[in-house]
Nanobody, 126 residues
Framework: QVQLVESGGGLVQAGGSLRLSCAASGRTFSRYAMGWFLQAPGRGREFVAAISRSGGTTYYADSVKGRFTISRDNAKNTVYLQMNSLKPEDTAVYYC???????????????????WGKGTLVTVSS
């Protein structure tokens, strides 16, 4: 069993930055590829970014490419999402999720993810 807890959300002005963290319990964190997803009001779940188990491979949604960076520290059981140049349309609840296979994460639907956090709210004001 893996528990995921996100933190780092908040209110920021457009153009600003935030760094989200997702802390995982247990000793098996490095066995999971990780992803960040978002859900905005009135919209479905959307893929944001993925990172492989080793951290050596990453993948991004077009909407965040060049602005967001996903990373992980397996020694700290934590995955991060550095968000720069934030836009009002980035406003959403951000979730981290874990899956044994990287291909599951980059599929982008969120289907097949083994574990989800409860989310952290990011609000970007104009």
């Amino acid at each position: 069993q893996v528990q995921l807890v996100e933190s780092g959300g908040g209110l920021v002005q457009a153009g600003g930055s935030l760094r989200l963290s997702c802390a995982a319990s247990g000793r098996t964190f490095s066995r999971y590829a990780m992803g960040w997803f978002l859900q905005a009001p009135g919209r479905g779940r959307e893929f944001v970014a993925a990172i492989s188990r080793s951290g050596g491979t990453t993948y991004y949604a077009d909407s965040v490419k060049g602005r967001f960076t996903i990373s992980r520290d397996n020694a700290k059981n934590t995955v991060y999402l550095q968000m720069n140049s934030l836009k009002p349309e980035d406003t959403a609840v951000y979730y981290c999720a874990a899956a044994p296979k990287y291909v599951t994460v980059v599929a982008g639907t969120g289907d097949g993810m083994d574990y989800w956090g409860k989310g952290t709210l990011v609000t970007v004001s104009s």
